[in-house]
């Protein structure tokens, strides 16, 4: 097995990582912009957000506001499942809906 380093000076000092790498994954798909009508892309998607800031709202704490309005979604699955998985579950949700995605052509 190959050796890991989480630094560049660990690999130049040849200190092996006493812990494992962890991957976690998501895939999300984000409107943003001025959105007048949250409900109506969540009625034709089929899809409830995975939340729904509007412009102005904080986003928790003390952290800056929202500068735009965000209709996110991201399939329901394991963060430690490969990457491709989480593409495909989100393309499987999307797919029949790409033209109203693509907007007006």
Do not use: C
């Not at 994954?25 to 509007?54: C, K, Q």
């Not at 989480?86 to 999307?94: K, S, V």
Request: proline share 7%.
């Amino acid at each position: 097995m190959e050796e890991s380093f989480r630094t560049l000076r660990e690999f130049l000092a040849g200190k092996e990582r006493e812990e494992g790498t962890y991957f976690a994954y998501s895939a999300t798909l984000r409107i943003w912009g001025e959105i007048s009508d949250m409900d109506e892309i969540s009625t034709t998607l089929g899809l409830v957000p995975t939340r729904s800031p509007r412009k102005g709202e904080k986003r928790g704490g003390d952290s800056h506001v929202y500068r735009q309005d965000m209709w996110p979604y991201s399939p329901t699955v394991e963060e430690s499942e490969p990457l491709h998985n989480h593409i495909d579950a989100l393309w499987l949700r999307l797919k029949p809906h790409k033209r109203y995605l693509l907007g007006p052509i």
